[in-house]
């Protein structure tokens, strides 16, 4: 029973402070589980396969760090920044799903809410056609199909979900972007194989002219 004002004032400071206290240990940490996926990231597109997945590991260490630190404050743990942590996470898991073993984990798997995971997937259009572009440089353009059709079915899932942002994160943002990339990534990758396949069919004809000179001699 409370005595006084100064006791309910006491009480009051409590509570916040014991808020104020979990919620900047939560943010540290949603800095970290950030540069982490970022990392894990860069690592799978340097085929560091078993460091992008130490990386991942850390970051979902310090993800349910911030879970239970704000078990007790779902306003904070529903303000925003563990969401853009969890879509950060989401990203890099699936990203290393499609590129090592060319499948898309479901949520349970990734262990995040929904809207972070919706987020995460769209972001990883971005990173499969960076990955797509790596491999036209490296002149393996086929090589990039099955992650055109990654693309494809990610922005196609994304699609059905037609709801506000105010439920979906700004899900319908994530949504045409996946699209512009999409066919931008369908134009490159089209033109990188057409080129490539000129390229083997003016050197299977020099390969013939010259071995047609050779026996003409």
């Keep these: 029973m409370i005595e006084s004002v100064d006791d309910l004032a006491e ?60 078990s ?26 499609i590129i090592t073993r060319n499948k898309t984990p479901a949520p349970d798997e990734v262990g995040v809410e929904m809207v972070g995971y919706l987020g995460g997937l769209g972001d990883t259009t971005g990173e499969l056609r960076r990955h797509i572009l790596d491999l036209i440089r490296k002149g393996k353009p086929e090589e990039g199909e099955p992650y055109l059709e990654a693309m494809e079915e990610i922005y196609h899932l994304l699609m059905l979900f037609d709801y506000p942002d105010a439920i979906t994160g700004g899900l319908r943002r994530k949504s045409d972007m996946a699209r512009s990339l999409l066919e931008r990534t369908r134009g490159d990758l089209t033109n990188a194989i057409g080129q490539r396949k000129l390229e083997v069919q003016l050197a ?11 026996n003409g001699r």
């Design 72 to 97: 007790d404050h779902p306003d904070v743990r529903h303000a925003g920044f563990v969401t853009n942590a969890e879509q950060e996470y989401a990203e890099a898991r699936v990203v290393y799903s």
């Design 204 to 214: 299977q004809l020099e390969a013939q002219r010259q071995s047609t000179n050779a």
């Design 11 to 70: 009480e009051i400071s409590r509570y916040f402070e014991s808020k104020d206290e979990a919620r900047e240990r939560a943010l540290k940490l949603n800095r970290l589980v950030i540069r982490k996926c970022g990392a894990a990231i860069r690592s799978v597109h340097r085929e560091e396969f078993e460091k992008a997945e130490d990386l991942m590991n850390e970051a979902g260490s310090f993800l349910e760090e911030i879970r239970t630190l704000l």
